[in-house]
T-cell receptor
Framework: AQTVTQSQPEMSVQEAETVTLSCTYD???????LFWYKQPPSRQMILVIR??????QNATENRFSVNFQKAAKSFSLKISDSQLGDAAMYFC???????????????FGEGTQLTVNP | DAGVIQSPRHEVTEMGQEVTLRCKLI?????LFWYRQTMMRGLELLIY????????DSGMPEDRFSAKMPNASFSTLKIQPSEPRDSAVYFC???????????FGSGTRLTVV
């Protein structure tokens, strides 16, 4: 079974600075998808960024980028120029690509609570 | 597109009562997921459907929980009878097959007293 681990329960960053959130995962599949979700105090789950495992190029969405290391099974999220609105719980997630079961299930990590200090 | 719509947003009920949570999927999505979020256990997948068919309900805590998908756009999660330990935020999410992530509803915060 796939597992996703976020080893940092809490992180903090100064406004305008850069922060990196860590995520590792375990899988026997060669093709899969990885995601970062953000959950602000409103509790809405918001998709931040996604990465296909077969793509070597790291995904980027404005101030958010990932460092995808397939061999190491690592998928970290970098937030540049941090803003107060970035404060939230961040979840790393894995989704397989094959079959009705692994291709649908999204497995989440435990989450990292990010605080942005003014 | 209105997104995934959940109702109610908050529910407070007494132990032993029946609770029904509702979810409307995004048009064109064919997978539906129910998750439960608590501080202790994080996000737990309860059950999911593909094309209205339940695929995996191994996360359903016990027989008190049941879920249905009577058509391609609507699902319910029912708890009968409810217990205080069922208090949590329940999320519904929908997806297309493939590399799309899920689109989540706003969640229902359930409190059983």
């Amino acid at each position: 079974a796939q597992t996703v681990t976020q080893s940092q329960p809490e992180m903090s960053v100064q406004e305008a600075e850069t922060v990196t959130l860590s995520c590792t995962y375990d899988t026997s599949e060669s093709d899969y998808y990885l995601f970062w979700y953000k959950q602000p105090p409103s509790r809405q789950m918001i998709l931040v960024i996604r990465q296909e495992a077969y793509k070597q190029q790291n995904a980027t969405e404005n101030r958010f980028s990932v460092n995808f290391q397939k061999a190491a099974k690592s998928f970290s999220l970098k937030i540049s120029d941090s803003q107060l609105g970035d404060a939230a719980m961040y979840f790393c997630a894995y989704r397989g690509s094959r079959g009705e079961t692994s291709g649908s299930r999204l497995t989440f990590g435990e989450g990292t609570q990010l605080t942005v200090n003014p | 597109d209105a997104g995934v719509i959940q109702s109610p947003r908050h529910e407070v009920t007494e132990m032993g009562q029946e609770v029904t949570l509702r979810c409307k999927l995004i048009s064109g999505h064919n997978s539906l997921f129910w998750y439960r979020q608590t501080m202790m256990r994080g996000l737990e997948l309860l059950i999911y459907f593909n094309n209205n068919v339940p695929i995996d309900d191994s996360g359903m805590p016990e027989d008190r929980f049941s879920a249905k998908m009577p058509n391609a756009s609507f699902s319910t999660l029912k708890i009968q009878p409810s217990e205080p330990r069922d208090s949590a935020v329940y999320f519904c999410a929908s997806s297309r097959q493939g590399w799309d992530g899920y689109t989540f509803g706003s969640g229902t915060r359930l409190t059983v007293v």
